[in-house]
């Protein structure tokens, strides 16, 4: 059986589709089958990030309302043959989503898949419960600002009491991704630094990638920014997955200050 990451936060426009699609690649360039399920309709879709928008014909609400069977749905990634794409309804009501089809497909998807990666709304949209309720793990994106911080808390919150694991007695594996970390603001103090985001969160990191233009470009071109090699968000995207597959990967520096660094890496041992 696949395990289930979904990828959510709590504030919307951080970066959870961007990562869903980076981290989808990933690993299935890592040689794992891999199924990104879109969950949400957002400012970048999964399927344009993915670069796959053209081929949509059927989505995730045809699939568990039955108009079409799983597989017609599925649609393969162009350059990787391990990476399959579940699109998100487009027209449909969010909250028309019902728990029952929700588990029924993601159980059918995780027996074909190594890994069922979620898409998710933010906590605070409509479509969030259903999004995480069948998760083994939960990667929850943050961007250095209190508000962003403070979201995410609440959601990790929503995912102890709400997910199926956590309603059978079991935890969710949870960890936090830091996204589009600008290290001369943090040096200047305009901006938190890991261990500020980390100390309120009180949860393991699993990245921390840093602001890049490059990474809205490769969204517009449909290649994820994880295929761009020399790129630090991309190797900082590699790294997250390399972790995600149990690899003891040291982290990157992004700052050229020692001081950052130190800091930064004793909160990543
Ligand atoms: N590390 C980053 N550096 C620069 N821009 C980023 C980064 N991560 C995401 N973005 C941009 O931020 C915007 C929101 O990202 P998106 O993945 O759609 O967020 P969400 O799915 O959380 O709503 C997009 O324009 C995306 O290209
Ligand atoms: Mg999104």
Known sequence: MGTVITVTSGKGGVGKSTLSANISVGLADSGKRVVAVDFDIGLRNLDMILGLENRIVYDVIDVMDEKCKLPQALINDKFSKNLYFLPASQTKDKTVLDKDKVKKLIDELKEEFDFVVVDSPAGIEGGFEHAILAADRAIIISTPEVSSVRDADRVIGIIDAKSLKAQAGEEVDKHIIINRLKPDLVEKGDMLAIHDVTNILALPLIGVVPDDER???????????????????????????????????????????????????????
Do not use: Q, Y
């Not at 761009?228 to 149990?246: D, F, H, P, W, Y």
């Open 215 to 269: 990474v809205v470009s490769s969204t517009n071109t449909g290649e994820p920014v994880i295929r761009k090699r020399g790129t630090k968000s991309g190797e900082a995207v590699n790294n997250i997955v390399r972790r995600i597959l149990g690899e003891d990967v040291p982290f990157m520096e992004l700052a050229p200050e020692n001081k950052f660094i130190a800091v930064f890496r004793r909160w990543f041992k």
